[in-house]
């Protein structure tokens, strides 16, 4: 089955295209986000992830003036290879994180069982500048199809509501982004 999204950022001016397919051996997901943010970017990326949504392996490219490039984030048993090299910072990250992406938050959201709080460190990708680095997070249930997002690592202090479909995924990230159908 394949689903595409799109989202808007509601921050700067940036459109992304999504499309997810499901199939018994897993999910792949497959975005392009054009932003006006950091100079202008074109950012493409691609995800593998099991049958319970957890990410196998993510492939970030940027092309930008301030930034060219790729990234390949590859799960390996409780850690993670950044191009191939192990990085043993990242050793327990649950998962990705892409920056500017809303499609990430589904991973953990998936997790929560019942109105148990999540928390969770992951492997930070800051997309534009194509690094990867710990940070940690909390999801907080709110109700039906409302969690709030708070960052205990890197943006230590933010916090966001995010209002989720059916399926988990992103509908509104408060300040961030909201989904958008096509004409």
């Known amino acids: 089955m394949s689903t595409v999204l799109y989202w808007r950022r509601t921050d700067v001016e940036g459109l992304e ?24 970017f074109r950012l493409d990326h691609t995800w593998s992830l099991d049958p319970d949504w957890h990410a196998l392996h993510v492939r970030v490219v940027v092309h930008g003036p301030r930034a060219q490039g790729a990234l390949r984030l590859d799960r390996a048993g409780d850690g993670w290879l950044v191009d191939g090299i192990p ?41 534009p500048a194509l690094t990867v ?34 399926a988990g995924l992103v509908v509104r990230y408060e300040d961030l982004f909201e989904r958008v159908e096509p004409a």
């Not at 997070?137 to 199809?145: S, V």
């Open 17 to 40: 295209r999504l499309e997810l397919t499901t199939g018994p051996g897993g999910v792949t997901a497959s975005g392009t986000i054009i932003c006006l943010e950091d100079g202008g």
């Open 87 to 127: 990085r043993l910072d990242l050793d327990g990250a649950q998962e990705p994180d892409l920056s500017v992406t809303p499609f990430c938050n589904s991973l953990p959201i998936r997790r929560m069982r019942g109105d148990a709080d999540l928390t969770l460190d992951t492997a930070f990708i800051d997309g």
């Open 133 to 166: 680095a710990r940070s940690r997070q909390r999801y907080e249930p709110r109700g039906p199809g409302q969690v709030r997002y708070v960052d205990l690592g890197l943006s230590q202090g933010f916090e966001a509501d995010l209002t989720l479909d059916d």
